[in-house]
């Protein structure tokens, strides 16, 4: 059996961070997550490009269009959706997960979700570098592991 599996090296990698700014008490902390494990993987922040976009509900457009430039390995989409009285966490969420996924897949670039979907402000907290990890850092490895696994197969 041949089993393939990417490693977790950065180096040399161009990395896209889109940023939902909306709840950036948050997202702060995820973005900071991300450049963090880039440069600790042996990335290199002069091959980090952050792209900052009002919310969630607007991460998927940019990402598309940086990943169609072909100038980014991987994209990383970063953002906090917290639930409201309302149904829009609904549609923001829902359209951005449904758009993220759509964009590797027409274009084979990975894009990786670090888009916090929570009910409650601590439950977003606890994901933002507290008692839960850092969902930036998290879905950075992911992005990486990518990039790399993709080369191989
Ligand atoms: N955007 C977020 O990133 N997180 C949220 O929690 C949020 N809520 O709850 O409203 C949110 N809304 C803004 C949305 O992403 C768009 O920027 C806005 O609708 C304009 O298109």
């Known amino acids: ?3 393939v599996e990417g490693n977790l090296t950065a180096q040399g990698m161009k990395i896209g ?7 950036s008490f948050v997202v702060d902390h995820l973005v900071a997550g991300a450049v963090d494990t880039i440069v600790r993987h042996g990335g290199s922040e002069d091959n980090i490009t952050k792209v900052m976009v009002p919310g969630a509900f607007e991460i998927p457009v940019a990402a598309n269009k940086m990943a169609q430039s072909g100038d980014y390995d991987a994209i990383v989409a970063i953002g906090a959706v917290i639930r409201g009285g309302t149904p829009h ?3 923001v969420a829902g359209e951005c997960v449904k758009g993220i ?3 590797q897949l027409q274009t084979g670039v990975p894009v990786s979700f670090g888009v916090l ?4 402000i601590e ?7 507290t008692k839960a990890g850092n969902k930036g850092e998290e879905c950075t490895l992911a992005a990486i592991e990518m990039v790399n696994v993709l080369k191989q197969i």
Do not use: W
């Open 17 to 23: 961070l889109v940023v939902g700014r909306f709840n």
């Open 1 to 3: 059996m041949k089993t």
């Open 117 to 120: 979907t929570v009910d409650t």
């Open 123 to 129: 439950q977003a907290i606890e994901r933002a570098g």
């Open 101 to 103: 996924g759509q964009i």
């Open 89 to 91: 966490f609904d549609y």
